[in-house]
């Protein structure tokens, strides 16, 4: 509810759908949704029908548990682009797999690209396992990878898991230098690089 110099009462639910969707435009993922969503059906639908991108970033963790349990659920099924990460807030990409883990597909059926950012060696394979029957995914973006107890076996485990991910759907991987190395190691212990999905970003 806002006041006017007027003193009369403007109320949120008195916006047109256009004036909405363009407060939407500087507010972050998370704002909207712990703001907005809830407060009427009218509000409802603005959000899960036109709000198809969902990151989740910088937020703390009653915020995020609370998106988590009560809000994801409602929306996912429009979600389209989906980012996660934890650069920001540690350990983020571990309570999202607690809340969805093997409900990724159902939670998220429509989803077309999967961003993970700053995620950890031990992290990453969970959610990649559970990228199962996304019959619209296609691209997954992996931006600062960091090594946690991996040795060369477990990069190569790591990348057979990638790339059969999805039922071996996706069309791209894109996968920057700041994150750690994957080589390939063949027979003849000679550093190999021959997988044509990933596209390196600097």
């Known amino acids: 509810m806002i006041r006017s110099t007027s003193s009369s009462i403007i109320r949120l639910e008195n916006f047109s759908d256009e004036i909405l969707l363009l407060i939407y435009r500087y507010l972050s993922s998370i704002d909207i949704l712990?703001?907005?969503?809830?407060?009427?059906?009218?509000?409802?639908?603005?959000?899960s029908e036109t709000y198809c991108h969902l990151f989740l970033g910088e937020v703390s963790y009653q915020r995020l548990k609370y998106i988590c349990s009560?809000?994801?659920?409602?929306?996912?099924?429009?979600?389209?682009?989906?980012?996660?990460s934890d650069q920001l807030t540690e350990n983020l990409s571990k309570i999202f797999?607690?809340?969805?883990?093997?409900?990724?597909?159902?939670?998220?059926?429509?989803?077309?690209c999967l961003t993970l950012i700053e995620l950890t060696t031990d992290v990453l394979p969970s959610i990649i396992h559970n990228l199962t029957n996304l019959t619209d995914l296609?691209?997954?973006?992996?931006?600062?990878?960091?090594?946690?107890?991996?040795?060369?076996?477990?990069?190569q485990i790591l990348l057979d898991k990638m790339f059969s991910a999805n039922n071996s759907g996706l069309n791209s991987i894109c996968y920057d230098r700041e994150s750690i190395p994957l080589t390939i190691i063949d027979q003849n212990n000679h550093s190999i690089f021959k997988y044509k999905k990933i596209r390196n970003f600097s």
């Open 70 to 84: 009560s809000i994801i659920p409602q929306i996912g099924y429009n979600i389209g682009s989906l980012t996660i």
């Open 34 to 47: 712990y703001s907005f969503y809830g407060l009427n059906t009218r509000l409802n639908r603005t959000i």
């Open 138 to 155: 296609t691209q997954l973006n992996i931006y600062s990878l960091k090594r946690a107890k991996i040795n060369v076996d477990g990069i």
């Open 97 to 112: 797999l607690e809340h969805f883990g093997q409900q990724i597909s159902l939670t998220f059926p429509r989803l077309k």
